[in-house]
Protein backbone atom coordinates (compact mmCIF):
# COMPACT_ATOMS: atom_id res chain seq x y z
CA UNK A 1 0.00 0.00 0.00
CA UNK A 2 1.44 3.54 -0.72
CA UNK A 3 0.03 6.56 0.93
CA UNK A 4 0.41 9.77 -0.61
CA UNK A 5 -0.23 12.96 1.06
CA UNK A 6 -1.71 15.87 -0.62
CA UNK A 7 -1.14 19.06 1.35
CA UNK A 8 -3.26 22.14 0.11
CA UNK A 9 -4.13 25.44 2.26
CA UNK A 10 -6.46 24.62 4.70
CA UNK A 11 -6.34 20.80 4.10
CA UNK A 12 -4.40 17.47 3.94
CA UNK A 13 -6.07 14.73 1.93
CA UNK A 14 -4.41 11.13 1.87
CA UNK A 15 -4.58 9.17 -1.14
CA UNK A 16 -4.51 5.46 -0.14
CA UNK A 17 -3.42 3.35 -3.30
CA UNK A 18 -3.17 -0.20 -3.05
CA UNK A 19 -5.47 -0.37 0.04
CA UNK A 20 -8.11 -2.49 0.43
CA UNK A 21 -11.72 -0.82 0.61
CA UNK A 22 -13.51 -3.23 2.99
CA UNK A 23 -10.79 -1.00 5.74
CA UNK A 24 -12.39 2.03 5.10
CA UNK A 25 -14.77 1.81 8.30
CA UNK A 26 -11.50 2.23 10.26
CA UNK A 27 -11.21 5.83 8.36
CA UNK A 28 -15.01 6.72 9.56
CA UNK A 29 -16.36 8.69 12.85
CA UNK A 30 -18.76 6.21 15.05
CA UNK A 31 -21.82 7.83 14.38
CA UNK A 32 -23.36 9.88 11.51
CA UNK A 33 -21.45 8.74 8.17
CA UNK A 34 -23.96 8.75 5.11
CA UNK A 35 -23.04 6.95 2.27
CA UNK A 36 -23.61 7.98 -1.28
CA UNK A 37 -23.29 5.59 -4.11
CA UNK A 38 -24.52 4.67 -7.31
CA UNK A 39 -26.97 1.77 -8.28
CA UNK A 40 -24.77 -0.45 -10.30
CA UNK A 41 -21.78 -0.16 -7.62
CA UNK A 42 -24.17 -0.67 -4.52
CA UNK A 43 -25.76 -4.30 -6.15
CA UNK A 44 -22.17 -5.52 -6.50
CA UNK A 45 -20.69 -4.11 -3.36
CA UNK A 46 -23.53 -2.67 -1.02
CA UNK A 47 -23.23 -6.15 0.88
CA UNK A 48 -19.75 -4.84 2.04
CA UNK A 49 -20.23 -1.32 2.87
CA UNK A 50 -19.71 0.03 5.96
CA UNK A 51 -22.94 0.20 8.62
CA UNK A 52 -24.57 3.57 7.14
CA UNK A 53 -27.68 4.70 5.80
CA UNK A 54 -27.33 4.76 1.91
CA UNK A 55 -28.54 6.97 -0.97
CA UNK A 56 -28.42 5.85 -4.15
CA UNK A 57 -28.05 7.74 -7.45
CA UNK A 58 -28.79 6.83 -11.09
CA UNK A 59 -25.50 5.57 -12.90
CA UNK A 60 -24.15 7.76 -15.51
CA UNK A 61 -23.24 11.73 -16.00
CA UNK A 62 -27.24 12.43 -16.00
CA UNK A 63 -26.91 12.64 -12.07
CA UNK A 64 -24.58 15.67 -12.47
CA UNK A 65 -27.07 18.12 -11.77
CA UNK A 66 -27.77 20.87 -9.04
CA UNK A 67 -31.48 19.29 -8.64
CA UNK A 68 -29.83 15.72 -7.36
CA UNK A 69 -27.79 17.33 -5.01
CA UNK A 70 -30.62 19.03 -3.68
CA UNK A 71 -32.55 16.27 -2.99
CA UNK A 72 -29.41 14.59 -1.56
CA UNK A 73 -29.25 17.28 1.16
CA UNK A 74 -33.03 17.13 1.80
CA UNK A 75 -32.02 13.45 2.55
CA UNK A 76 -29.01 14.41 4.78
CA UNK A 77 -31.56 16.88 6.89
CA UNK A 78 -33.99 13.80 6.99
CA UNK A 79 -31.22 11.52 8.11
CA UNK A 80 -30.21 13.52 10.47
CA UNK A 81 -26.94 14.38 9.44
CA UNK A 82 -25.65 17.99 11.34
CA UNK A 83 -22.41 19.83 10.88
CA UNK A 84 -20.82 16.42 12.63
CA UNK A 85 -21.65 14.22 9.78
CA UNK A 86 -19.43 12.59 7.39
CA UNK A 87 -20.26 11.93 3.73
CA UNK A 88 -18.63 8.54 1.71
CA UNK A 89 -18.64 8.59 -1.39
CA UNK A 90 -18.44 4.84 -3.01
CA UNK A 91 -18.25 4.91 -6.62
CA UNK A 92 -16.84 6.58 -9.98
CA UNK A 93 -15.90 9.84 -10.99
CA UNK A 94 -20.03 11.02 -11.15
CA UNK A 95 -20.81 9.75 -7.67
CA UNK A 96 -16.92 11.38 -6.27
CA UNK A 97 -18.23 14.66 -8.04
CA UNK A 98 -21.59 14.74 -6.91
CA UNK A 99 -20.55 13.70 -3.09
CA UNK A 100 -18.04 15.94 -2.60
CA UNK A 101 -19.93 18.81 -4.17
CA UNK A 102 -22.79 17.94 -1.58
CA UNK A 103 -20.37 17.61 1.66
CA UNK A 104 -18.76 20.98 0.18
CA UNK A 105 -21.90 23.24 0.59
CA UNK A 106 -24.08 21.23 2.86
CA UNK A 107 -24.24 23.29 6.11
CA UNK A 108 -21.55 25.14 4.66
CA UNK A 109 -19.06 21.59 4.64
CA UNK A 110 -19.08 18.67 6.39
CA UNK A 111 -16.23 15.99 6.08
CA UNK A 112 -15.83 13.62 3.24
CA UNK A 113 -13.64 10.89 2.04
CA UNK A 114 -14.15 8.75 -1.29
CA UNK A 115 -13.77 4.95 -2.16
CA UNK A 116 -12.85 5.66 -5.91
CA UNK A 117 -14.23 2.43 -7.78
CA UNK A 118 -13.41 2.85 -11.67
CA UNK A 119 -9.49 3.57 -12.47
CA UNK A 120 -10.62 7.02 -14.40
CA UNK A 121 -12.01 8.18 -10.59
CA UNK A 122 -8.66 6.75 -9.11
CA UNK A 123 -6.46 8.75 -11.29
CA UNK A 124 -8.50 11.86 -11.59
CA UNK A 125 -11.20 12.19 -9.22
CA UNK A 126 -9.45 11.09 -6.49
CA UNK A 127 -6.94 13.78 -6.42
CA UNK A 128 -7.15 17.43 -6.61
CA UNK A 129 -10.63 17.53 -4.73
CA UNK A 130 -12.52 19.61 -7.92
CA UNK A 131 -15.82 18.25 -7.51
CA UNK A 132 -19.19 19.47 -9.20
CA UNK A 133 -22.15 19.50 -11.23
CA UNK A 134 -23.18 20.19 -15.45
CA UNK A 135 -24.89 23.03 -15.78
CA UNK A 136 -26.44 23.33 -19.29
CA UNK A 137 -24.30 22.14 -22.30
CA UNK A 138 -20.81 22.63 -19.83
CA UNK A 139 -19.20 20.45 -17.64
CA UNK A 140 -18.35 21.08 -13.92
CA UNK A 141 -19.80 24.74 -14.36
CA UNK A 142 -21.07 24.65 -10.56
CA UNK A 143 -18.81 23.34 -7.84
CA UNK A 144 -16.23 23.58 -5.12
CA UNK A 145 -12.52 22.98 -5.24
CA UNK A 146 -11.75 20.88 -1.71
CA UNK A 147 -9.77 18.04 -0.84
CA UNK A 148 -11.52 14.97 0.83
CA UNK A 149 -9.97 13.88 3.42
CA UNK A 150 -8.66 10.33 1.87
CA UNK A 151 -9.44 8.57 -1.05
CA UNK A 152 -8.91 4.64 -1.24
CA UNK A 153 -7.79 2.83 -4.82
CA UNK A 154 -8.31 -0.47 -4.51
CA UNK A 155 -7.36 -2.15 -7.95
CA UNK A 156 -9.49 -5.18 -6.44
CA UNK A 157 -13.07 -2.67 -6.89
CA UNK A 158 -11.64 -2.56 -10.65
CA UNK A 159 -11.98 -6.07 -11.70
CA UNK A 160 -15.84 -5.94 -12.10
CA UNK A 161 -15.53 -2.90 -14.08
CA UNK A 162 -17.07 -3.05 -17.42
CA UNK A 163 -13.70 -3.04 -20.14
CA UNK A 164 -15.04 0.19 -22.00
CA UNK A 165 -14.80 2.24 -18.21
CA UNK A 166 -11.86 0.98 -17.64
CA UNK A 167 -9.56 2.16 -20.67
CA UNK A 168 -11.09 5.26 -20.54
CA UNK A 169 -9.34 5.22 -17.75
CA UNK A 170 -6.37 4.32 -18.78
CA UNK A 171 -6.66 6.87 -21.19
CA UNK A 172 -6.49 9.77 -18.31
CA UNK A 173 -3.28 7.75 -16.75
CA UNK A 174 -1.40 7.91 -20.56
CA UNK A 175 -2.37 11.58 -20.20
CA UNK A 176 -0.65 12.11 -16.85
CA UNK A 177 2.24 9.86 -18.45
CA UNK A 178 2.86 12.41 -21.57
CA UNK A 179 2.73 15.27 -19.72
CA UNK A 180 4.65 14.29 -16.75
CA UNK A 181 6.17 11.04 -16.29
CA UNK A 182 8.55 9.38 -19.37
CA UNK A 183 8.75 6.19 -16.48
CA UNK A 184 4.87 5.76 -16.63
CA UNK A 185 4.47 6.08 -20.65
CA UNK A 186 7.26 3.73 -20.67
CA UNK A 187 6.06 1.11 -17.79
CA UNK A 188 2.42 1.10 -19.96
CA UNK A 189 4.24 0.76 -22.98
CA UNK A 190 5.55 -2.54 -22.33
CA UNK A 191 3.03 -4.30 -19.60
CA UNK A 192 0.22 -4.41 -22.49
CA UNK A 193 -0.62 -7.63 -21.05
CA UNK A 194 -0.65 -6.89 -17.34
CA UNK A 195 -2.76 -3.87 -17.82
CA UNK A 196 -5.24 -6.47 -19.73
CA UNK A 197 -5.22 -8.34 -16.62
CA UNK A 198 -5.76 -5.53 -14.45
CA UNK A 199 -3.23 -7.24 -12.44
CA UNK A 200 -3.07 -5.28 -8.81
CA UNK A 201 0.47 -5.21 -8.80
CA UNK A 202 0.98 -3.39 -11.74
CA UNK A 203 -2.43 -1.21 -10.84
CA UNK A 204 -1.02 -0.42 -7.76
CA UNK A 205 2.20 1.44 -9.15
CA UNK A 206 0.98 2.93 -12.11
CA UNK A 207 -2.31 4.67 -9.86
CA UNK A 208 0.22 5.62 -7.52
CA UNK A 209 2.66 7.46 -9.78
CA UNK A 210 -0.02 9.10 -11.62
CA UNK A 211 -1.89 10.25 -8.82
CA UNK A 212 1.78 11.42 -7.06
CA UNK A 213 2.25 13.47 -10.35
CA UNK A 214 -1.13 15.60 -9.86
CA UNK A 215 -0.74 15.25 -6.34
CA UNK A 216 2.58 17.33 -7.16
CA UNK A 217 0.82 19.77 -9.63
CA UNK A 218 -2.07 20.68 -7.33
CA UNK A 219 -0.08 21.09 -4.12
CA UNK A 220 1.78 23.98 -6.10
CA UNK A 221 -1.80 25.60 -8.10
CA UNK A 222 -4.68 24.21 -6.22
CA UNK A 223 -6.85 27.00 -8.07
CA UNK A 224 -5.91 26.22 -11.89
CA UNK A 225 -4.04 29.90 -12.18
CA UNK A 226 -1.07 27.94 -13.67
CA UNK A 227 0.39 25.39 -13.80
CA UNK A 228 -2.72 22.88 -13.08
CA UNK A 229 -3.48 23.66 -16.55
CA UNK A 230 -1.50 21.16 -17.76
CA UNK A 231 -3.77 18.35 -16.68
CA UNK A 232 -5.83 19.62 -19.73
CA UNK A 233 -4.10 18.53 -22.14
CA UNK A 234 -6.52 16.68 -24.85
CA UNK A 235 -9.48 18.22 -23.16
CA UNK A 236 -10.23 21.00 -25.29
CA UNK A 237 -11.08 19.24 -28.32
CA UNK A 238 -11.67 16.12 -25.88
CA UNK A 239 -14.95 18.35 -24.04
CA UNK A 240 -16.17 19.25 -27.40
CA UNK A 241 -16.05 15.68 -28.21
CA UNK A 242 -17.39 14.33 -25.07
CA UNK A 243 -20.43 16.69 -25.22
CA UNK A 244 -21.38 16.15 -29.06
CA UNK A 245 -21.20 13.15 -29.08
CA UNK A 246 -22.31 11.44 -25.85
CA UNK A 247 -19.27 9.23 -25.20
CA UNK A 248 -17.22 8.66 -22.50
CA UNK A 249 -14.50 10.80 -21.09
CA UNK A 250 -11.45 9.30 -21.26
CA UNK A 251 -12.14 8.21 -24.80
CA UNK A 252 -12.90 12.05 -25.81
CA UNK A 253 -9.73 12.98 -23.83
CA UNK A 254 -7.67 10.23 -26.11
CA UNK A 255 -8.83 11.75 -29.46
CA UNK A 256 -8.21 15.35 -27.63
CA UNK A 257 -4.52 13.82 -27.27
CA UNK A 258 -4.47 12.36 -30.96
CA UNK A 259 -5.05 15.92 -32.03
CA UNK A 260 -2.61 17.85 -29.59
CA UNK A 261 0.37 15.54 -30.31
CA UNK A 262 -0.21 16.43 -33.93
CA UNK A 263 -0.39 20.25 -33.28
CA UNK A 264 2.60 20.03 -30.95
CA UNK A 265 4.09 18.44 -33.95
CA UNK A 266 3.15 21.00 -36.30
CA UNK A 267 4.44 23.64 -34.30
CA UNK A 268 7.76 21.80 -33.98
CA UNK A 269 7.28 20.78 -30.76
CA UNK A 270 7.75 17.12 -31.11
CA UNK A 271 9.61 14.92 -33.76
CA UNK A 272 7.54 12.52 -35.86
CA UNK A 273 8.84 9.59 -33.98
CA UNK A 274 7.90 11.02 -30.57
CA UNK A 275 4.28 11.41 -32.18
CA UNK A 276 4.08 8.24 -33.43
CA UNK A 277 5.14 6.73 -30.15
CA UNK A 278 2.11 8.67 -28.31
CA UNK A 279 -0.30 8.02 -31.09
CA UNK A 280 1.01 4.09 -31.21
CA UNK A 281 0.27 3.46 -27.24
CA UNK A 282 -3.31 4.80 -27.73
CA UNK A 283 -3.80 2.92 -30.62
CA UNK A 284 -2.90 0.14 -28.94
CA UNK A 285 -5.66 0.25 -26.06
CA UNK A 286 -8.31 0.88 -28.87
CA UNK A 287 -8.08 4.39 -27.48
CA UNK A 288 -7.52 6.54 -30.72
CA UNK A 289 -10.94 6.82 -32.39
CA UNK A 290 -11.60 10.17 -34.91
CA UNK A 291 -14.48 11.70 -34.10
CA UNK A 292 -15.21 14.59 -36.63
CA UNK A 293 -17.31 17.54 -35.30
CA UNK A 294 -18.45 20.46 -37.98
CA UNK A 295 -17.39 24.28 -37.83
CA UNK A 296 -20.47 25.10 -35.99
CA UNK A 297 -20.53 22.40 -33.15
CA UNK A 298 -16.54 23.17 -32.60
CA UNK A 299 -16.96 27.08 -32.05
CA UNK A 300 -19.77 26.75 -29.88
CA UNK A 301 -17.82 24.27 -27.88
CA UNK A 302 -14.64 26.11 -27.29
CA UNK A 303 -16.62 29.56 -26.61
CA UNK A 304 -18.27 27.78 -24.06
CA UNK A 305 -14.81 26.61 -22.48
CA UNK A 306 -15.20 27.65 -19.60
CA UNK A 307 -11.28 28.06 -19.31
CA UNK A 308 -11.22 30.32 -22.14
CA UNK A 309 -10.42 34.00 -21.50
CA UNK A 310 -11.76 36.49 -24.23
CA UNK A 311 -10.63 35.29 -27.63
CA UNK A 312 -7.71 33.04 -26.28
CA UNK A 313 -7.68 29.45 -24.94
CA UNK A 314 -4.71 27.59 -22.79
CA UNK A 315 -3.58 25.06 -25.32
CA UNK A 316 -1.50 22.48 -23.72
CA UNK A 317 1.22 21.34 -25.83
CA UNK A 318 3.51 18.44 -25.28
CA UNK A 319 7.12 19.00 -25.77
CA UNK A 320 8.39 14.95 -26.05
CA UNK A 321 7.04 12.19 -23.62
CA UNK A 322 7.13 13.33 -20.01
CA UNK A 323 6.61 17.02 -20.95
CA UNK A 324 4.58 19.59 -21.49
CA UNK A 325 3.67 23.18 -21.89
CA UNK A 326 0.47 25.82 -21.82
CA UNK A 327 0.19 28.40 -24.46
CA UNK A 328 -2.15 31.11 -24.24
CA UNK A 329 -3.15 30.77 -28.70
CA UNK A 330 -5.92 32.76 -29.99
CA UNK A 331 -9.47 30.50 -30.49
CA UNK A 332 -9.44 30.84 -34.28
CA UNK A 333 -5.42 29.29 -34.60
CA UNK A 334 -7.03 26.51 -32.51
CA UNK A 335 -9.86 25.90 -34.84
CA UNK A 336 -7.58 26.64 -38.41
CA UNK A 337 -5.75 23.81 -37.17
CA UNK A 338 -8.74 21.80 -36.28
CA UNK A 339 -10.34 22.26 -39.74
CA UNK A 340 -6.51 21.44 -41.30
CA UNK A 341 -6.66 18.18 -39.05
CA UNK A 342 -10.14 16.98 -39.74
CA UNK A 343 -10.05 17.47 -43.41
CA UNK A 344 -6.61 15.99 -43.98
P1 LIG B 1 -16.25 7.80 -14.13
O1 LIG B 1 -16.75 9.22 -14.13
O2 LIG B 1 -15.26 7.52 -13.08
O3 LIG B 1 -15.93 7.27 -15.47
P2 LIG B 1 -18.91 6.81 -13.41
O4 LIG B 1 -19.14 7.23 -12.03
O5 LIG B 1 -19.69 7.42 -14.51
O6 LIG B 1 -17.39 6.88 -13.69
O7 LIG B 1 -19.03 5.23 -13.51
C1 LIG B 1 -18.95 4.57 -14.73
C2 LIG B 1 -19.86 3.37 -14.73
O8 LIG B 1 -19.22 2.28 -14.05
C3 LIG B 1 -21.18 3.59 -14.01
O9 LIG B 1 -22.18 2.90 -14.72
C4 LIG B 1 -20.96 2.94 -12.65
O10 LIG B 1 -22.14 2.50 -12.08
C5 LIG B 1 -20.05 1.78 -13.00
N1 LIG B 1 -19.13 1.36 -11.95
C6 LIG B 1 -18.42 2.15 -11.11
N2 LIG B 1 -17.57 1.42 -10.38
C7 LIG B 1 -17.75 0.14 -10.72
C8 LIG B 1 -17.16 -1.09 -10.33
N3 LIG B 1 -16.17 -1.13 -9.45
N4 LIG B 1 -17.60 -2.23 -10.91
C9 LIG B 1 -18.58 -2.18 -11.86
N5 LIG B 1 -19.16 -1.08 -12.29
C10 LIG B 1 -18.76 0.09 -11.74
ZN1 LIG C 1 -10.07 14.39 -17.63
Same mark, same amino acid.
Given at each position: MEKITINTPGYTSDILVG??????SEL????DTIIITDHNVKKIYGGLFPEAPVLSLAP #?? #?? !? !?IEIVEDLARQLLDAGIDRAGFVLAIGGGVVCDVAGFLASIYMRGIRCGYVASTLLAQVD??? #?GKNGVNLRDTKNMLGTIRQPEFVICDP???????EQEYLSGLAELIKTAIIGDKELFEIIESSFDKIEARDSDLLTTLVAKSVKFKGMVVSRDEKEI???????? #???FGHAVELQKGIKHGFAVASGMVLAAEFSFEKGYISIEEKTRMIDLLKRFKLATRFDLTDEQMKDLVFH? !? !??TGTDIHFVFTHGIGKATVEKIPVDEALFFYNKFRDK
Open positions: EKWETVLPQE #GE #GS !K !KAST #GAILLTLPGLRRILNF #GHTD !K !KK
